[in-house]
């Protein structure tokens, strides 16, 4: 069974007087265990693609599945437990590290039993624990946002740009940590990027999102080295151009 399906989904979002389609008719399927980048220009829909798999916004049309079970017939609480999602500079709470990481727990009603588990395993020294959370620097507030993330053990994982903050060197380590967490708990992940060599780097399958479609899916070595699609390969050409 899938993980994650996606029949006809379309999302418009009204303004005063206009309607905007965002999404228009995505149908794909991603499988336990792996991990999909998503790429496309900046407003083509890929946040809202995010969005909708965990609830924090409803598809206008179409339906979204999840362990073979509509995301409108789970219980909120439950498919956010279910399915986690990470921001590029998602807003840490004042107070401590510690603070930030049992938010998501409280939140769940649940106590969190080993914060320092969750530290070591984003590579945080568990003395940083006690630090007021503004006093961390961008890569380890972007490695306290992901382990908050972790907390309560999504078997989804969404993450919206999560390195673009990053210099390379704590983007590569970010970059490995998620791939040993895909490795060595079989999380299903989807991952926004506009950094292409990282879509490369990180995915087993990629997919196009151009102005609201999906224009291609398919395995990452393919898409990159022999997209099928004319308009994959005018846009990978571009990006190359741009170098
Ligand atoms: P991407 O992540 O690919 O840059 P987004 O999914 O954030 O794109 O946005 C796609 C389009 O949807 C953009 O044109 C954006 O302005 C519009 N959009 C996103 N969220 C809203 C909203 N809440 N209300 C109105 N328009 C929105
Ligand atoms: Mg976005």
Redesign the pocket.
């Known amino acids: 069974m899938e993980e994650l399906e996606f029949i006809h989904v379309s999302?418009e979002?009204k303004?005063k007087n206009e309607t905007?389609q965002?999404?228009k008719g995505i149908n794909g399927k991603i499988q336990k265990g792996t991990i999909t980048t998503i790429i496309?220009?900046?407003?083509?829909?890929?946040?809202?693609?995010?969005?909708l798999c965990n609830l924090l916004?409803t598809p206008t049309e179409g339906e979204i599945f999840i362990r073979g079970k509509e995301i409108r017939e789970w219980d909120v609480q439950k498919l956010r437990c279910y399915v986690g999602i990470a921001f590029q500079s998602a807003p840490l709470i004042k107070g401590s590290a510690l603070d930030n990481l049992i938010l998501p727990a409280k939140l769940h009603g649940r106590t969190l039993e080993q914060p320092k588990k969750y530290m070591e395993y984003v590579g945080l020294s568990e003395d940083l624990l006690d630090r007021p959370a503004k006093e961390l620097s961008g890569g380890q507030r972007q490695r306290l946002s992901l382990a908050r993330t972790l907390v309560n053990d999504p078997s989804i994982l969404l993450l919206?740009?999560v390195t673009s903050a990053l210099d390379s060197i704590s983007s590569h380590e970010v970059e490995e940590l998620i791939k040993k967490l895909n490795h060595e708990h079989g999380t299903t992940i989807l991952w926004?990027t506009h950094d292409l060599d990282q879509a490369k780097r990180v995915g087993d399958h990629t997919w196009l999102?151009l102005d609201?479609k999906l224009i291609e899916a398919g395995p990452t070595n393919e898409l990159f080295e022999a997209p099928r699609e004319r308009q994959t390969q005018q846009f990978l050409e571009l990006k190359r151009n741009m170098r």
């Open positions: 999302k979002f303004n905007i965002v999404l496309g220009p900046s407003g083509s829909g890929k946040s809202t693609i995010l969005s916004s919206d740009e926004v999102v609201g």
